[in-house]
């Protein structure tokens, strides 16, 4: 069963901006951190934002600290990751997982994963 979905991907010119959206399941998502990583085509997935539980500490990777702005909305069971100044470098396809350990910037952190949203920018 799918227990989250992420949704809000598209194609943005360089400078623009999108809203990634994670809805998940109450079951998993009440009293845990949460997080978004991306996988760009030959590449690792890679660390882009968590966020703890209900609304602890924040972190960022170093490529997206000014630019990327992560939060949740516990009432609604919902994550987000807010992005401007998308460059081209951004372009992936982005996942939303839940953490169930302190190493928030690995995947090995993480246990549950949605199929991903697909992120393209432009220039």
């Known amino acids: 069963q799918v227990q989250l979905v992420e949704t809000g991907g598209g194609l943005v010119q360089a400078g623009g901006s999108l809203r990634l959206s994670c809805a998940a399941n109450?079951?998993?998502?009440?009293?845990?951190?949460m997080g978004w990583f991306r996988q760009a085509p030959g590449k690792e997935r890679e660390f882009v934002a968590a966020i703890g539980w209900p609304d602890g500490s924040i972190y960022y990777a170093d490529s997206v600290k000014g630019r990327f702005t992560i939060s949740r909305d516990n009432a609604k069971n919902m994550m987000y990751l807010q992005m401007n100044s998308l460059k081209p470098e951004d372009t992936a396809l982005y996942y939303c997982a839940r953490r169930v350990r302190t190493t928030y910037y690995s995947t090995g952190g993480y246990d549950y994963w949605g199929q991903g949203t697909q992120v393209t920018v432009s220039s």
């Open positions: 109450g079951r998993i998502f009440s009293g845990y951190g």
